[in-house]
T-cell receptor, first 113, second 112 residues
Framework: NAGVTQTPKFRILKIGQSMTLQCAQD?????MYWYRQDPGMGLKLIYY???????DKGEVPNGYNVSRSTTEDFPLRLELAAPSQTSVYFC????????????FGEGSWLTVV | DAKTTQPPSMDCAEGRAANLPCNHS???????VYWYRQIHSQGPQYIIH???NNETNEMASLIITEDRKSSTLILPHATLRDTAVYYC?????????????FGTGTRLQVTL
C-alpha cells in the first residue's frame, strides 16, 4: 500500500513551458486534492475532485488544469509556466465527505526560471 | 469559513509537555477542529480532531473549550522528532466536498 505517490519530486521549468504533475493513490479514495505551498506559508487548495469525472476549483486555480479520468489518478497540469508558480505542490486524498484523515503525498518541488 | 489564529512559534524542552493553542472564535456548530503537522517540508500528517469533547489518541490530546472558541493541542512528552509546524484547521464542508484550509501554523522547536 503505497498511499499517495507524486512524480516528479523535483523539476525546473522555463517560463512559458508546460508540464504535468502526476498523482496516484492506491487506497480507493474518492476525494483527491492539489495544494501548493509557498515558502514560509500554509497550504492553499488549487483544485479538488470528489470522484472520477468530477473536479472543482479551490482557492488558487488560475494557471492550472486538472482531470480525473480514474479513481486512482489526479494529474495537475501547468500551462505557460510563470515564476509565480514556483512552489511545492502536494497531492492528497481522502475517503468520503466526513473522512477523518486526509493523506498527503511527499510533495513536488517546482522552480520556474 | 471559520478562521484560526495560532502563535507563529513556540519552544519546548524535550520530555516536557508541549501545549499549542489555537483560537477559532467564529467556528460554527457543525465544524470540527483538526490538527495536522508538517515535518521539514514533508506532506502534512494528521494528528487528531474533535467537535466539542476532549479527545486523546496515541499521538496527542485535544482540549476544546466549552464555548468552542479555542482549543489546545497537547503533546504529553515532546521529543526532538516532534519539531514541526503544527496546523490548527477548522474543517469546511462545502456541498459534497470536504476541504481543509491551512493557515501558517505554529513552528514548534523541541530542544534538549
Amino acid at each position: 500500500n503505497a498511499g499517495v505517490t507524486q512524480t516528479p519530486k523535483f523539476r525546473i521549468l522555463k517560463i512559458g513551458q508546460s508540464m504535468t504533475l502526476q498523482c496516484a493513490q492506491d487506497m480507493n479514495h474518492n476525494y483527491m486534492y492539489w495544494y501548493r505551498q509557498d515558502p514560509g506559508m500554509g497550504l492553499k487548495l488549487i483544485y479538488y475532485s470528489v470522484g472520477a469525472g468530477i473536479t472543482d476549483k479551490g482557492e488558487v486555480p488560475n494557471g492550472y488544469n486538472v482531470s480525473r479520468s480514474t479513481t486512482e489518478d489526479f494529474p495537475l497540469r501547468l500551462e505557460l509556466a510563470a515564476p509565480s508558480q514556483t512552489s511545492v505542490y502536494f497531492c492528497a486524498s481522502s475517503y468520503g465527505v466526513w473522512a477523518n484523515t486526509i493523506y498527503f503525498g511527499e510533495g513536488s518541488w517546482l522552480t520556474v526560471v | 469559513d471559520a478562521k484560526t489564529t495560532q502563535p507563529p512559534s513556540m519552544d519546548c524542552a524535550e520530555g516536557r509537555a508541549a501545549n499549542l493553542p489555537c483560537n477559532h472564535s467564529t467556528i460554527s456548530g457543525n465544524e470540527y477542529v483538526y490538527w495536522y503537522r508538517q515535518i521539514h517540508s514533508q506532506g502534512p500528517q494528521y494528528i487528531i480532531h474533535g467537535l466539542k469533547n476532549n479527545e486523546t489518541n496515541e499521538m496527542a490530546s485535544l482540549i476544546i473549550t466549552e464555548d468552542r472558541k479555542s482549543s489546545t493541542l497537547i503533546l504529553p512528552h515532546a521529543t526532538l522528532r516532534d519539531t514541526a509546524v503544527y496546523y490548527c484547521i477548522v474543517r469546511v464542508v462545502t456541498g459534497t466536498a470536504s476541504k481543509l484550509t491551512f493557515g501558517t501554523g505554529t513552528r514548534l522547536q523541541v530542544t534538549l
